[in-house]
């Protein structure tokens, strides 16, 4: 248990010896990693630690150089059609057809996913209140604000109803009470629905306010995998973390 959250021991996500090479650059090294169901797992680490790199292998965008990732049991490099429809991924730039209107575009990602038309369009309308965009249903998503496209966001992952959703620096260009708003609308996503849930960041308090557990990258490698109770100690940035694991050294 985590807080009130009965967390299960099933893994939704198993990362074994998972490398990532570009020529002689290793930008994920041996990484294993399991992530249980329902708990919000934080990747944290600074510009260039291999997040995004480990969120791409996840999804079976980006082919490991060796090594296994399975999300739900299935193996994401060879069955990633598999993957992708138990799995909702919200990446760092998300991107919208700016002529669409936010329901428009929410129809559209449904229909990628084979879902009818009226059942998406009650979602859709559902998932816009959930997200408080429900005043913006018809208006075009270029005219969005970035906390807006971000909720949008959030929305567009969930209409296919996945069981794992991963967020890659969600928050990042949203204003300080947007971040809130998004902070709650996870906590919610995961307490409510049980959701399995990534959340990358290089901020060290936001993780601490969303994550259960927390994953500490630096230079492609996981350096220690941290309980929210242990997080909570650190007082200041990710300096600090580094120092008090490892004594300042790479490892
Ligand atoms: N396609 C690529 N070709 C070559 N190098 C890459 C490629 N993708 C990522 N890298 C390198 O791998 C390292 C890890 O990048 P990654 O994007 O995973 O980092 P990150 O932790 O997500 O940080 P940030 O989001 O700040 O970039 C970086 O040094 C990056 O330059
Ligand atoms: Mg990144």
Do not use: W
Not at 76 to 85: A, L, N, Y
Not at 122 to 129: K, T
Not at 146 to 152: D, P, S
Not at 233 to 249: A, E, F, S, T
Request: charged fraction near 25%.
């Amino acid at each position: 248990m985590v807080g009130d959250k009965p967390m299960g021991e099933e893994h939704m996500i198993e990362l074994s010896g998972l490398t990532k090479n570009y020529g002689s650059f290793v930008a994920v090294d041996n990484l294993n990693l399991n992530i249980r169901k329902g708990e919000i797992f934080g990747l944290l680490g600074p510009n260039g630690a291999g997040k995004s790199t480990t969120i791409l292998m996840m999804l079976g965008l980006t082919e490991p150089t060796s090594g296994t990732v399975l999300v739900c049991g299935i193996n994401s490099t060879t069955h990633p059609i598999d993957v992708k429809r138990k799995v909702g991924y919200l990446p760092e730039d998300v991107g919208f057809y700016d002529d669409m209107t936010a329901m428009e575009n929410l129809l559209y990602t449904a229909a990628l996913n084979g879902i009818t038309r009226k059942e998406a369009r009650e979602d859709a309308l559902r998932l816009l209140e959930r997200v408080g965009l429900s005043h913006v249903v018809d208006k075009k998503a270029g005219k969005f604000s970035r906390g807006m496209r971000q909720r949008l966001g959030l929305a567009d992952v969930l209409i296919k109803k996945p069981e794992v959703i991963i967020l890659d620096e969600p928050t990042s260009g949203i204003d300080p009470a947007g971040v809130q708003d998004f902070i709650r609308l996870v906590l919610e996503l995961s307490h409510k629905d049980g959701l399995t849930v990534i959340f990358s960041s290089h901020i060290l308090a936001q993780v601490q306010q969303v994550c259960d557990r927390v994953g500490l990258f630096n230079n492609g490698r996981l350096l220690a995998e941290i309980e929210l109770s242990d997080l909570h100690k650190v007082p200041h940035g990710l300096d600090d973390i580094y120092n008090q694991y490892y004594g300042g050294k790479e490892v």
